[in-house]
């Protein structure tokens, strides 16, 4: 890898440090490339990435970052899975770790906010973004489920006493 490669990739690292929402650093010595993939695909489905970079080029990319403080965690082989979305990446990182023992969560960033193994699994028990949205609008419409609601029960209570009544006097 010459000199402008680099440069190029600690500068896509750079965008990635400063756009994601969530950075999780893990070992992921031992995975098969069928791992890995299967890794990258559940990423990929979930909105965020994985990315394997040289933890010294890594490291130049961190400086100045919000989620500078990750920086300690970059040693040996390490791989990121991060996203846009603040939970996605590490929901994505906490179940592939519970299936695979050989990947080893070491912490993470959310924004400026340095985690540790604990609160990554924290992270990842938080509603995604879509799923907040979801029961935002659920919220917003129920009260007008329940003013239609009232506005049709008085008929409908006025058609079943009249209906008992009929059936009174039909008896």
Known sequence: ?????????????????????????????GLTVAEMQDLRARARAAGGAVRVAKNRLAKIALDGKPCESIADLLTGMTVLTYSEDPVAGAKVAQ??????????????????????????????????RDELIATIAGMLGAPASNIAGAIGAPASNIASILSTIEDKAAA
Do not use: C, T
Request: hydrophobic content about 45%.
């Open 95 to 128: 179940e592939f770790a519970k299936e695979n023992a050989k990947f080893v969560i070491l912490g993470g960033a959310m924004g400026e906010n340095a985690l540790d193994v604990a609160g990554v699994e924290a992270v990842s028990k938080m509603p995604s």
């Open 1 to 29: 890898m010459d000199r402008a490669q680099k440069e190029q990739l600690v500068d896509e690292l750079g965008q990635i440090f400063e756009s994601s929402g969530v950075v999780v650093v893990s070992h992921y010595v």
